[in-house]
């Protein structure tokens, strides 16, 4: 499915609120109204922010959930739930994220949750001049917070098992009518390193096989940003080019915060589907400028077409303040017009 030339997106997650962090923090005092209701608003606080920016591409900001994937585990079946982290103090690492117990069969009767997002994104944005966008964990990033047993032995046999859930929301949001959606598999990024890549990619392309072709299928790939933190070596060689054969139609990149090294892969990328790059570095609060943007795009512009890019931050805004995340998507889409203008493509 084609997109605009330099369309704008986002990948997912925003910051919280602060008065939705504190709400979050003292839940019992609110009825279900209320919750409601912060729902509601958070979503709308999110949107406004994105649209303001002038995005082609905008999200719920993912403002109903833990974190881009915790929130799903509350959704299976067969599970149990760990209470709190094994290592609570000290400086913050993905190992503050406990793991959860397998205890049955791995199930999702009621579905993961995002189906309902998307139906209150689409009801709260309205007739917004944007696509609407859901994002999903795939099945191997899922799998990264459960323990394995005598059932399921091992991360591929967990993997596996959820990959039908997971398929069957994909399913059912773009019955929901979703326009795009996001497959996020940062964990495939982490440790294609170590394990093989092929592999991975039958597993993604199992998971989207029943919506190829009726929604834009995007990727996320990235090298974790837990607290800014990444996971695993900062490395996009080892995915490619198995990764070339997803079967997606937009496929994004880290990079600026990598100082765009190993930008020269948007070129076989852009052969094969979309390039998605990281113009906006989440990870620091230097604030780009709108010249700082225009300059990046100027150089993906020497890789690859404008008909095959696609511009937006590095990965999910969730880590970075609202205050800053404001600025860098503001500078995101003004950046992304100037270049349009220079070479006399639309503006919305």
Same mark, same amino acid.
């Given at each position: 499915?084609?997109?605009?030339?330099?369309?704008?997106?986002? &990948?997912?997650?925003?910051?919280?609120?602060?008065?939705?962090?504190?709400?979050?923090?003292?839940?019992?005092?609110?009825?279900?109204?209320?919750?409601?209701?912060?729902?509601?608003?958070?979503?709308?606080?999110?949107?406004?922010?994105?649209?303001?920016?002038?995005?082609?591409?905008?999200?719920?900001?993912?403002?109903?959930?833990?974190?881009?994937?915790?929130?799903?585990?509350?959704?299976?079946?067969?599970?149990?739930?760990?209470?709190?982290?094994?290592?609570?103090?000290?400086?913050?690492?993905?190992?503050?994220?406990?793991?959860?117990?397998?205890?049955?069969?791995?199930?999702?009767?009621?579905?993961?949750?995002?189906?309902?997002?998307?139906?209150?994104?689409?009801?709260?944005?309205?007739?917004?001049?944007?696509?609407?966008?859901?994002?999903?964990?795939?099945?191997?990033?899922?799998? %990264?917070?459960?323990?394995?047993?005598?059932?399921?032995?091992?991360?591929?046999?967990?993997?596996? !098992?959820?990959?039908?859930?997971?398929?069957?929301?994909?399913?059912?949001?773009? !019955?929901?009518?979703?326009?795009?959606?996001?497959?996020?598999?940062?964990?495939?990024?982490?440790?294609?390193?170590?394990?093989?890549?092929?592999?991975?990619?039958?597993?993604?392309?199992?998971?989207?096989?029943? &919506?190829?072709?009726?929604?834009?299928?995007?990727?996320?790939?990235?090298?974790?940003?837990?607290?800014?933190?990444?996971?695993?070596?900062?490395?996009?060689?080892?995915?490619?080019?198995?990764?070339?054969?997803?079967?997606?139609?937009?496929?994004?990149?880290?990079?600026?915060?990598?100082?765009?090294?190993?930008?020269?892969? &948007?070129?076989?990328?852009?052969?094969?589907?979309?390039?998605?790059?990281?113009?906006?570095?989440?990870?620091?609060?230097?604030?780009?400028?709108?010249?700082?943007?225009?300059?990046?795009?100027?150089?993906?512009?020497?890789?690859?077409?404008?008909?095959?890019?696609?511009?937006?931050?590095?990965? %999910?805004?969730?880590?970075?303040?609202?205050?800053? !995340?404001?600025?860098?998507?503001?500078?995101?889409?003004? %950046?992304?017009r100037l270049v349009r203008r220079e070479l006399?493509?639309?503006?919305?």
């Open positions: 499915m084609k997109s605009s030339p330099l369309r704008t997106s986002v &990948i997912g997650s925003y910051p919280f609120p602060g008065w939705l962090e504190f709400s979050v923090a003292h839940l019992e005092q609110f009825g279900p109204d209320d919750r409601a209701e912060l729902q509601d608003d958070a979503v709308t606080t999110a949107l406004h922010d994105q649209l303001t920016a002038g995005l082609d591409v905008v999200t719920d900001g993912e403002q109903t959930r833990l974190d881009f994937n915790l929130s799903f585990y509350g959704y299976l079946r067969g599970i149990e739930l760990e209470a709190s982290s094994r290592r609570r103090f000290g400086p913050p690492a993905h190992d503050q994220r406990g793991k959860h117990r397998i205890l049955d069969t791995l199930t999702a009767p009621n579905g993961l949750g995002a189906v309902v997002e998307f139906q209150r994104l689409q009801r709260i944005a309205g007739g917004a001049n944007a696509t609407l966008k859901a994002s999903v964990p795939g099945p191997y990033t899922l799998s %990264g917070r459960l323990l394995p047993n005598a059932q399921y032995p091992d991360r591929w046999a967990l993997t596996e !098992a959820l990959l039908p859930w997971v398929r069957q929301e994909l399913i059912d949001l773009v !019955a929901s009518g979703c326009r795009e959606i996001s497959v996020d598999e940062p964990s495939m990024s982490c440790y294609a390193h170590r394990e093989d890549p092929r592999r991975f990619v039958d597993i993604f392309n199992r998971t989207v096989e029943p &919506i190829v072709g009726r929604t834009r299928v995007c990727t996320h790939l990235c090298f974790g940003n837990y607290k800014a933190r990444a996971i695993g070596p900062r490395q996009i060689a080892p995915m490619f080019p198995a990764f070339l054969d997803f079967h997606c139609d937009e496929m994004h990149v880290e990079m600026a915060s990598r100082e765009f090294a190993e930008l020269e892969v &948007i070129t076989a990328i852009t052969k094969r589907m979309d390039a998605a790059v990281g113009v906006i570095d989440v990870k620091n609060y230097h604030i780009e400028t709108e010249e700082d943007v225009a300059r990046r795009v100027r150089h993906c512009l020497t890789l690859a077409p404008p008909d095959r890019l696609v511009l937006a931050p590095d990965c %999910g805004l969730s880590q970075t303040a609202r205050w800053a !995340a404001r600025k860098k998507l503001q500078a995101l889409g003004d %950046g992304v006399g493509l639309p503006n919305g």
